[in-house]
């Protein structure tokens, strides 16, 4: 199983360009979310989704969309980017069925915006 | 406003000593917390979990506690090896279905000095 995976690792991007950010899972699990992550702040949940064809808000959703049309596959896109949005995005997984309910994180995904 | 918070950015602690991380909530909602661990460059990996229905939960040298009363959660590491070295993030959801929804602290950095 490889888990979480997440692409690109690094990414530079000028302000206003748009770009997607890609995450897959293999172990068949329900839930998948989008985090970012600031100095200082912790994680901060941007989308999340229980099901395919199924995603919801999370804590700082906006200039970001996500789509859920497959149960391995969790996309992130970046509208019009900014120098605010600049990160690392982590990508989790989970399954309500699984005791202890922890979510896998992926590896990481770090975006500059200049 | 920040609903979990961890008020110590760095911990240094000798090896072999216990190394006690700390962890505070305001939302008297949240009923399952988690810890995880963080090296450079990767993602969050999962340590250990507690549910509001307990006040202690145990995983070989990693125990957490959980004082509802004080919104206040620990982890505990005993015998502290220099592998413990990382950043730890206390997260915390309002029920089990809902743990796809992580709240997170700011994270602790946790040196173990040989």
């Known amino acids: 199983n490889a888990g979480v995976t997440q692409t690109p690792k690094f990414q530079v991007l000028k302000t206003g360009q748009s770009m997607t950010l890609q995450c897959a899972q293999d172990?068949?699990?329900?839930?998948m979310s989008w985090y970012r992550q600031d100095p200082g702040m912790g994680l901060r949940l941007i989308h999340y989704?229980?099901?395919?064809?199924?995603?919801d808000q999370g804590e700082v959703p906006n200039g970001y969309n996500v789509s859920r049309s497959t149960t391995e596959d969790f996309p992130l896109r970046l509208l019009s980017a900014a120098p605010s949005q600049t990160s690392v995005y982590f990508c989790a997984s989970s399954s309500p069925n699984r005791s202890p309910y922890e979510q896998y994180f992926g590896p990481g995904t770090r975006l500059t915006v200049t | 406003d920040q609903q979990v918070k961890q008020n110590s950015p760095s911990l240094s602690v000798q090896e072999g000593r216990i190394s006690i991380l700390n962890c505070d909530y305001t939302n008297s909602m949240f009923d399952y917390f988690l810890w995880y661990k963080k090296y450079p460059a990767e993602g969050p990996t999962f340590l250990i979990s507690i549910s509001s229905i307990k006040d202690k939960n145990e995983d070989g040298r990693f125990t957490v506690f959980l004082n509802k009363s004080a919104k206040h959660l620990s982890l505990h590491i005993v015998p502290s090896q220099p592998g413990d070295s990382a950043v730890y993030f206390c997260?915390?959801?309002?029920?089990?279905?809902?743990?796809?929804?992580?709240?997170f602290g700011q994270g602790t950095r946790l040196t173990i000095n040989p």
């Open positions: 997260a915390a959801s309002r029920d089990l279905q809902g743990a796809q929804k992580l709240v």
């Open positions: 172990m068949n699990h329900e839930y």
């Open positions: 989704s229980v099901g395919a064809g199924i995603t």
